[in-house]
């Protein structure tokens, strides 16, 4: 069993910074691409930022010059610093990670969701 777990968001002021922490867990024998996405109030779920597994990346044109995704392949975490943030930035961010994972059948492939953990901004 895999799991996905989010942790770093939070309430903060208009130009203020957070870092977001995502931790998997359990029979994993590697991981691809690992990514975040967002949900505001009232919107529909988004791509902030992807990363594979040798560091490329790709950002949402919405936060691209105000983000940085990275991961260490040790840890299986990857992290979203997020910094001038605004108000539209408010959202459920959430991982997501293609694992290879063990199984009873072997080694198999899937996308994986985390939780999401909750990030305010604003005054």
């Known amino acids: 069993q895999v799991q996905l777990v989010e942790s770093g968001g939070g309430s903060v002021q208009p130009g203020g910074s957070l870092r977001l922490s995502c931790a998997a867990s359990g029979s994993i024998f590697s991981i691809n691409d690992m990514g975040w996405y967002r949900q505001g109030p009232g919107k529909q779920r988004e791509l902030v930022a992807t990363i594979t597994r040798d560091g490329s990346t790709n950002y949402a044109d919405s936060v691209k010059v105000r983000s940085t995704i990275s991961r260490d392949n040790a840890k299986n975490t990857v992290y979203l610093q997020m910094d001038s943030l605004k108000p539209e930035d408010t959202a459920v961010y959430s991982c997501?990670?293609?694992?290879?994972?063990?199984?009873?059948?072997?080694?198999?492939?899937?996308?994986?969701w985390g939780k999401g953990t909750l990030v305010a901004v604003s005054s």
């Open positions: 997501n990670a293609h694992i290879y994972a063990y199984t009873a059948e072997g080694v198999r492939g899937n996308y994986y």
